[in-house]
């Protein structure tokens, strides 16, 4: 049985490992064949994995005003054990001023966050803006040994619950154009696709032609 709560401060360990995988698990789609084979955080931070996933955790613990926070992630629980998690948040908690706080809490220098900032261009040149007066999901994993266990579409079900609840007229979700198993746990639930965007930088690094904006109205 798969049960869901909010995530506490006690589950950073495990909230840093959801939002490493959730970048890490777009680069294990034998399709995608791009240049970078590591995920979006370690373009930035090109530290091994334990000292990514300490920041990650830092993340979730302390930066409240964006979307990493632990007050913004459900986790799914299997007997007792944390098997995936996913955060919901507005557009207010992915603003580039709160970002830029967050990282210089966090010790960077302004000109270490530029040079990260630079990394990332491929991904923002199809990056697609959170709409207005919507729910955002992300950062969805679902640890290895757990999958194909229901436990995505239960996660994603108590986000709609919590929209409906809210009072948000949609939801929306990204993922990578080609991603088809992300592609079809969304629209299992009712999400749609609404738009695509391209470019060629970021298939050359990626593999993927863009990314895909999936909406769900109520």
């Not at 049985?1 to 995988?21: H, N």
Request: with cysteine.
């Amino acid at each position: 049985m798969i049960k869901i709560r909010s995530a506490v401060p006690e589950d950073a360990e495990y909230g840093a490992m959801i939002i490493d995988l959730a970048g890490t698990q777009q680069f294990e789609l034998p399709s995608f064949k791009g240049e970078q084979k590591v995920p979006l955080w370690a373009t930035s931070w090109p530290v091994p994995k334990e000292e990514r996933l300490e920041r990650l955790g830092w993340l979730f613990m302390n930066a409240v005003k964006v979307s990493t926070h632990y007050s913004k992630f459900k986790v799914a629980e299997i007997d007792g054990r944390i098997a995936g998690g996913l955060c919901t948040h507005t557009r207010e908690h992915d603003r580039l001023n709160a970002w830029l706080r967050a990282w210089r809490k966090m010790g960077f220098s302004y000109m270490e966050i530029i040079a990260g900032y630079m990394k990332w261009m491929p991904f923002y040149r199809t990056h697609l803006p959170i709409l207005e007066n919507t729910l955002v999901v992300e950062f969805v994993a679902t640890f290895p040994e757990f999958q194909r266990r229901g436990v995505i579409t239960a996660l994603l079900e108590d986000a709609i619950e919590k929209a409906k609840s809210e009072g948000y007229p949609r939801m929306q979700v990204t993922t990578w154009i080609g991603n088809l198993a992300s592609k079809k746990a969304y629209e299992k639930v009712g999400f749609r696709i609404d738009k695509e965007k391209t470019h060629k930088s970021f298939e050359e690094l990626y593999g993927s032609p863009g990314q895909v904006r999936l909406i769900l109205e109520f």
